[in-house]
């Protein structure tokens, strides 16, 4: 497994901005496809991004297409979610996973590998 951390969480106004970053060590890196899932109070975990281990394929959930960017440099084994246009309903507990089965097996199963999390919070 590879162990993962979550950095650059926050408090924002409607409209703002915030880049997380999802830090990978003790496996190699490049081997993984990353995602970025979110949960909020009383919600079901919702899957929101996902990039292959080669960052060729890329998947966004509706809800944020448009409006986040995932992205990830193999060379400093960090994985990204640029997050613009934010909205309330964006305000979750964010968290980094990595599978090494790709991005459509991270959708329908456990990924196995977490980070502890990043809380957004989005005013209104």
């Known amino acids: 497994q590879v162990q993962l951390v979550e950095s650059g969480g926050g408090l924002v106004q409607t409209g703002g901005s915030l880049r997380l970053s999802c830090a990978a060590s003790?496996?190699?890196?490049?081997?993984?496809?990353m995602g970025w899932f979110r949960q909020a109070p009383g919600k079901e975990r919702e899957f929101v991004s996902g990039?292959?281990?080669?960052?060729?394929?890329?998947y966004y959930a509706d809800s944020v297409k448009g409006r986040f960017t995932i992205s990830r440099d193999n060379a400093t084994n960090t994985c990204y979610l640029q997050m613009d246009s934010l909205e309330p309903e964006d305000t979750a507990v964010y968290y980094c996973?990595?599978?090494?089965?790709?991005?459509?097996?991270?959708?329908?199963?456990?990924?196995?590998?977490w980070g502890q999390g990043t809380q957004v919070t989005v005013s209104s």
């Open positions: 996973a990595a599978d090494p089965w790709g991005i459509a097996t991270m959708r329908l199963r456990d990924p196995g590998s």
């Open positions: 003790g496996s190699t890196f490049s081997r993984y496809a």
């Open positions: 990039i292959s281990w080669s960052g060729e394929s890329i």
